[in-house]
């Protein structure tokens, strides 16, 4: 049984490590990635629940897709606040760096990061 927790310890601890890098990984990326300004439309809206078991209390992540005037997509994690002021249709000018949001404005609408 030693040899078990032994390797169910390196497990969690390699995990762990992975878990860590990656996020350096997309931190990294998304500094080195250009701040971008385009017009865009916000095309669909999502959450994410996660968590919540037990005693723990469960975490929403909100995201939105917008669509650029040549077709492409991209859809990023946003604020709550935002994510409650942005209606499908709405159209005005993104602003991200990598997979981070930095703000849309739209008419009747202004929101930076936050």
Avoid: C
């Avoid at 497990?11 to 490590?17: D, R």
């Avoid at 350096?24 to 629940?49: C, D, F, H, M």
């Avoid at 991209?74 to 005005?92: C, T």
């Amino acid at each position: 049984m030693p040899l078990f927790f032994k390797l169910m310890f390196l497990l969690v601890i390699g995990i762990f490590i992975f878990v860590i890098i990656k996020s350096i990984g997309i931190w990294s990326s998304n500094n080195a990635s250009p701040l971008v300004s385009a017009y865009a439309s916000a095309v669909t809206k999502r959450t994410e629940v996660w968590g919540g078991s037990g005693d723990s209390g469960a975490h929403t992540s909100y995201y939105v897709t917008f669509e650029f005037q040549d077709g492409r997509r991209v859809e990023l994690q946003v604020p709550n606040k935002a994510f409650g002021l942005i209606v499908e249709g709405d159209r005005g000018e993104l602003v991200y760096q990598g997979t981070r949001f930095k703000g849309f404005e739209h008419p009747g609408f202004q929101n930076t990061e936050g």
